[in-house]
């Protein structure tokens, strides 16, 4: 998981969370791996970015939850050209389905483990 | 992943998410799966419950989003009784760390592939 979540205190007090869920087809990884990864790289140098945490199960459903300021750069995010791009790519190769869902962050809470060193602290 | 998400038009049109993501510690996985097991199937009866995704990794660190009509009933559920002895069970043995985000969905939007049947619909 690529996280800058847990223990991090930079973020602001209101935030924003794209919840993306979604069901790989049985297409290549390869081209999914490395599209994957580059909208990674691409969504943490846009204006706004905060983090983003990636799950995959062994059954192809994933859940992705990226973190932004504010509801015009998850805007900007959607329209940049190469995200796209790979948005059209999703939708005839990678997934059976996926839903976005925008969410105002409102509450926040976590835990860490006295026997965890290093990783983060309690809010 | 248990859901009711996908093509699921019975939703309100504004509803809460509960993003938990956590690292799970090297504690066994019986006592885990049979509490984890045991509180979806607890928050699936409790008031305002809309529906939950929870995928996790092979390297352990989980999501699980569940959606709900109000904050009401998440401070309610939060609150249950045996959902508490979970908290601090999950705390005590199950992870190594977990952050809690409160959400208001304010957007979304899905894809359903043509190649797929029966699963869904588009919004």
Redesign the interface.
Known sequence: ?Q?K??GDNGWPEHY??V?F?AQR?LSGDDIYDITADRMVALAQQQRGFLGV???????G???T?SYWTD?DAIAEWRQHAEHLAAQAL??QEF???????????????????D??VG??ETM
Chains 1, 2 share one sequence.
Do not use: L
Request: aromatic share 10%.
């Open positions: 998981m996280s979540t847990s924003y969370a919840i869920t087809s945490e990636s799950v995959r199960g062994d059954d459903i994933g859940i939850v509801r999703g939708r997934y059976d389905w996926y839903r976005v869902r925008i969410a105002e962050v409102v509450r926040e809470h976590a835990f860490v483990s026997q965890v990783i983060g």
